[in-house]
């Protein structure tokens, strides 16, 4: 079957605009994860959702960050104002629910900020 | 606080020799563990993971990791290398209940394989 995918899968943005990044997890996967790959930080959780809400936000690192799912499904990340620390390899990853720990991961989209 | 840490940050081996990557973990309770792999430009795949039972655990592309409690380990092993495996390889401890079950990375073994 399909697996995680991500969309666009790179992105070049000037400093200040706005970015949308979107994930399309497994179909019937419940639970959802963005991460954040980067050089100086390596690979970094930012958010998890359960259904269309986010239990754990703890991850987003500052509040031009902000994440949405509707329908169960389909998710989009948002960074406002983006800024040149933000360029980093961004991963949708999902799980069947939550107590399965099998997270599968989409490709990326890789963010430049120039 | 959760970590892991994988001292090697590139190894090199040559075709057809063993491999051991490893992986040390802090984690408070029961370890949830996991190895990932990820070619150039590509996303994460999961090798092998380790909920439960048996310490050792077989996964994909002919790798297997063993669990030790006693030293909070979990290295990964392959007897033959082949050219392919070349890529990076993570190793990842999840949260064994709450609200989060989010992922913490090690910071990555690069593989090199020569000819």
């Known amino acids: 079957g399909a697996g995680v995918s991500q969309s666009p899968s790179n992105k070049v943005t000037e400093k200040g605009k706005d970015v949308e990044l979107r994930c399309d997890p497994i179909s019937g996967h419940t639970a959802l994860y963005w991460y954040r790959q980067s050089l100086g930080q390596g690979l970094e959780f930012l958010i998890y959702?359960?259904?269309?809400?986010?239990?754990?936000k703890s991850g987003l690192p500052s509040d031009r960050f902000s994440a949405e799912r509707t329908g169960g499904s389909v998710s989009t990340l948002t960074i406002q104002r983006t800024q040149q620390e933000d360029s980093a390899v961004y991963l949708c990853?999902?799980?069947?629910?939550?107590?399965?720990?099998?997270?599968?991961f989409g490709p990326g989209t890789r963010l430049t900020v120039t | 606080a959760q970590s892991v840490t994988q001292p090697d940050i590139h190894i090199t081996v040559s075709e057809g020799a063993s491999l051991e990557l490893r992986c040390n973990y802090s984690y408070g309770a029961t370890p949830y563990l996991f190895w990932y792999v990820q070619s150039p430009g590509q996303g994460l795949q999961l090798l092998l993971k380790y909920f439960s039972g048996d310490t050792l655990v077989q996964g994909i592309k002919g790798f297997e990791a063993e669990f030790k409690r006693s030293q909070s380990s979990f290295n990964l092993r392959k007897p033959s290398v082949h050219w392919s495996d070349a890529a990076e390889y993570f190793c990842a401890v999840g949260a064994s209940g709450g609200a989060t079950n989010k992922l913490i990375f090690g910071t990555g073994t690069l593989l090199a394989v020569q000819p």
């Open positions: 959702f359960q259904g269309n809400s986010a239990p754990d």
């Open positions: 990853a999902s799980s069947l629910f939550q107590g399965a720990y099998e997270q599968y």
